[in-house]
C-alpha cells in the first residue's frame, strides 16, 4: 500500500472539487484510497489561492446538489408505508427521517450558499428607509 499523497496537483485538486460539487464531503473523500489527507486539503487551501477559489465555486456547486436532493427527498414515498398482517401502515419513522434528511441538508446549503438558499428578514420602517438582512449580508435602500 502507498502512502496518501501529500503534493499538489491541479488533477488532485479537480477531483476533490469535482466530488464536492457532487454532494460528498471533504471528510469522505480523503478517507478514500489514493486521496490526501483531510490536513494536507486543509494545508492546500491555506496556501493556495487558485484552489481556495475552486473550492469556494465547488462548494457553491454543493448547495445547488443539496437542493436538489431535497426535492427529489421529499418527491419520494417509498418507504412511508409499510405493509403489515391489517394492510398497509404509515411508517413515521420513516418520515421522520425524510424530514431530518431534508432539514440537514437545507441547512447546510443555506450556510453554502447563503444569498440563494438563505433566511431573508426584510424589516421596513415607517420612511422609506428598508433594512434587508441575509444572513449577516446587511443592505439599505
Known amino acids: 500500500m502507498t502512502g496518501r499523497p501529500s503534493s499538489y496537483t491541479d488533477q488532485m485538486a479537480d477531483v476533490i472539487c469535482e ?3 457532487e454532494g460528498e464531503s471533504l ?30 465555486r465547488a462548494r457553491e456547486d454543493q448547495a445547488d446538489h443539496y437542493a436538489e436532493e431535497i426535492v427529489a427527498i421529499a418527491d419520494a414515498a417509498e418507504g412511508d408505508f409499510v405493509e403489515t398482517e391489517n394492510g398497509p401502515a404509515f411508517n413515521s419513522e420513516h418520515v421522520q427521517r425524510s424530514k431530518l434528511r431534508v432539514d440537514a441538508r437545507k441547512w447546510v446549503a443555506s450556510k453554502l450558499k447563503p444569498k440563494k438558499y438563505g433566511d431573508r428578514l426584510d424589516v421596513e420602517s415607517k420612511g422609506n428607509l428598508t433594512i434587508t438582512i441575509a444572513s449577516g449580508d446587511v443592505g439599505f435602500t
Open 27 to 56: 471528510r469522505a473523500i480523503c478517507a478514500s484510497e489514493g486521496m490526501p489527507a483531510k490536513k494536507t486539503v486543509l494545508r492546500w487551501l491555506s496556501e493556495r489561492e487558485d484552489f481556495r477559489a475552486q473550492y469556494a
Open 19 to 21: 466530488r464536492i460539487a
